[in-house]
């Protein structure tokens, strides 16, 4: 799994941010999930506050050519890995976050190999008409015409 989120637009903007959806990405799968494992909720600014880190953890977007060496960011972001490895037994929790950028309400997951949901309803993005109409009518994003004609 590539992008999660508690809603398809949020998980939308998350892989498209550029809103622009092409014929090549047709063929990505949308899965919804069942169930959700406990997870590192990373979505309070206070947990983000008392752990010293910023929006750049949540988005992954890291300006390598104007960050300082060491990158405070990056040196907490290891510290925090090394503590949930040990706190979750060696196998890494899902990780909920939200980007300053996401509506409040938005939320993201990052699933790694030792989560297990299943999937409910399954299907390939250019089959999800609904949802690809709601993202050219609301959220600004462009798609091929003939998946929503």
Not at 40 to 62: E, M
Not at 83 to 90: L, M, N, P, Q, T
Request: charged share 20%.
């Amino acid at each position: 799994m590539r992008y999660g989120a508690n809603r398809p637009a949020t998980a939308a903007r998350e892989l498209f941010a550029t809103r622009n959806i092409t014929e090549a990405d047709g063929e990505l799968w949308l899965v919804a999930l069942d169930s959700f494992p406990s997870a590192l909720n990373l979505t309070r600014q206070g947990n983000l506050d008392a752990l010293g880190l910023d929006d750049r953890v949540s988005t992954g977007r890291i300006d390598t050519d104007q960050r300082r060496d060491p990158d405070p960011l990056l040196e907490t972001c290891g510290q925090l890995s090394d503590a949930v490895f040990d706190w979750w037994g060696g196998s890494l929790p899902p990780l909920l976050y939200r980007a300053r950028t996401m509506p409040a309400t938005g939320r993201s997951i990052a699933l790694g190999r030792w989560a297990s949901p299943r999937g409910t309803k399954v299907g390939q993005l250019h089959e999800a008409v609904a949802l690809l109409s709601y993202l050219v009518l609301r959220a600004g994003f462009t798609v091929p015409l003939e998946w929503i004609a």
